[in-house]
Every structure is written in C-alpha cells, then in structure tokens.
C-alpha cells in the first residue's frame, strides 16, 4: 500500500504499490496507523466481490475499484427550467 494507512472507515480510497485506487464500500471503522502496510486483495468469485486485508487490521473489508463504474450515458438537451 502506499503512504501512511489510517484504518478503515467507509469511503475511504486507498492506493495500492500497483497504482491502483480502491473505495471502501462498508461501513467497518477500525481506526489503526500503519507506514506504507503490506496489503493483498481477495476477489470472491461466488459472490462477484473484492475484499482488502491490510496487515496488522484483524477485519477485511469490501471494496471496489474507483473508477470502475461504467460512464453515465450522455442524455438530449435539457428542458429550459420552468418558474413556479
């Protein structure tokens, strides 16, 4: 992982060694300080779900990719905004 780790709490990107950036989706706090944590992803194919362990936490939590999401699709003009 790169930088400092400051636990997890939901919302929270974190950078992996590989440049990858990966959002909490949970709400688990588990407030804890680590330098630079050795971390590994665990991808549940039952579930279709990724998970990240973070060394010296004792939760894993579930995360996904920022980015990831498809793009919204580009919708027609908007209707001018109406007075009430």
């Known amino acids: ?3 400092e780790f400051w636990g997890y709490k939901g919302g929270r990107v974190y950078q992996l060694d590989d440049g990858s950036r990966w959002r909490q ?3 688990t706090e ?4 680590r330098q630079e944590p050795t971390a590994r992803l665990i991808h549940r194919h039952d579930v279709n ?3 990240l362990d973070v060394e010296g ?3 894993m939590v579930r995360v996904s990719k920022c980015g990831a999401h498809p793009k919204p699709r580009a919708m027609g003009p908007l209707s ?3 007075s009430l």
């Not at 588990?30 to 300080?33: D, F, I, L, S, W």
Request: net charge negative; hydrophobic share 40%; no cysteine.
């Open 1 to 3: 992982m790169v930088g």
């Open 25 to 27: 989706e949970d709400w």
């Open 30 to 33: 588990e407030p804890v300080y």
């Open 49 to 51: 779900m990724n998970y």
């Open 57 to 59: 936490t004792s939760a």
């Open 80 to 82: 001018p905004a109406v």
